[in-house]
């Protein structure tokens, strides 16, 4: 399955690349982006021009948006 991850930060949104991820580790990506939102002292995220990087402080109030892309 293909899927892009949206962040919402008061400080801008953010795009990631397309990922291909097999369907037994969507849950697996699910657990992870909870982790680095409740957590994590950063979160990485690759976009299609390079890759940002979130703050433990963004992150706290962050969005993130997982979508299927079909």
Not at 28 to 52: H, N, P, Q, S, W
Request: aromatic share 10%; net charge negative.
């Amino acid at each position: 399955m293909k899927l892009i991850i949206e962040i919402y930060t008061e400080r801008g949104s953010f795009k990631g690349r397309q990922m291909e991820v097999p369907e037994d580790e969507a849950e697996y990506l699910k657990e992870i982006i909870l982790r680095a939102t409740t957590e994590g002292t950063y979160f990485k995220l690759e976009t299609d021009d390079g890759y940002i990087v979130l703050s433990k402080e963004l992150l706290q109030s962050a969005a993130f948006v997982v979508k299927e892309d079909v």
